[in-house]
């Protein structure tokens, strides 16, 4: 059986905890910028995005152009269905 996002998302915050991220759970709302990724965390004056889907999961077309926009402007954007997923992404960017 598979995990639900916010299983997900929580699974990934404790891991960002556990290395001594900030972090910070977006929610979509008309004050916010469609398609922000779900979380937004600072490592190692790094900025970090990520949107978390679960396994089969579909990026939306809003989504894809943030991640891109982050990219532009020098962050790190990347969507992850696991926090195992994460720690690669994050590792192999030479981020942690």
Request: with cysteine; glycine share 8%.
């Amino acid at each position: 059986m598979s995990q639900s996002e916010k299983t997900i998302e929580n699974k990934i915050k404790r891991y960002l905890d556990s290395i001594g991220a900030w972090h910070i759970k977006t929610h979509g709302n008309m004050f916010s910028r469609a398609g922000t990724p779900d979380i937004i965390a600072c490592f190692r004056g790094k900025f970090i995005a990520i949107e978390v889907k679960k396994p089969g999961g579909v990026v939306s077309e809003l989504q894809k152009a943030q991640i891109k926009l982050i990219r532009m402007a020098g962050g790190i954007a990347f969507v992850t269905t696991s926090v195992e997923e994460t720690k690669r992404y994050l590792e192999e960017h030479n981020i942690v």
